[in-house]
């Protein structure tokens, strides 16, 4: 599942890293106010916190604003997760390549 909630990515971390296993974590782009509340509430197992929920409501009526807080939201969880994680396997929603490229701009890898 994609990884919203950073609190929830840490503590599962915590216990597995006695297993030393590399782990690729999942991102989801959030397209919309819509699609968050998608996510949150129709997908087992996704928690988007209440914080994001919140950031995209700021944006519910201008389309490529929400777009770009999706954007901004996804590269921000990326940074935070990079040092734990193997790799990232990121969703393109709706086929939007240039949604993933613009994630990926400017993080450094190891």
């Keep these: 599942q994609p990884v919203f909630d950073l609190d929830i990515f840490h503590s599962f971390m915590k216990r597995i890293e006695h297993l030393r296993i590399p782990l690729i974590a999942g991102l989801w782009p959030l397209a919309s106010l819509r699609n968050a509340e998608f996510m949150n509430n129709e997908?087992?197992?996704c928690h988007v916190p209440d914080h994001l929920?919140?950031?995209m409501r700021a944006h519910a009526?201008?389309?490529e604003a929400g777009r770009a807080?999706?954007?901004?939201?996804a590269h921000e969880t990326l940074e935070q997760m990079k040092?734990?994680?193997a790799g990232v396997q990121i969703s393109a929603p709706f086929g939007r390549i240039d949604t993933v490229m613009n994630i990926l701009d400017g993080?450094?890898?190891r």
């Design 69 to 73: 807080e999706g954007i901004a939201i």
């Design 107 to 109: 993080v450094r890898l």
């Design 43 to 45: 997908v087992p197992g």
């Design 53 to 55: 929920m919140d950031r």
């Design 61 to 63: 009526d201008a389309k």
């Design 83 to 85: 040092e734990s994680i």
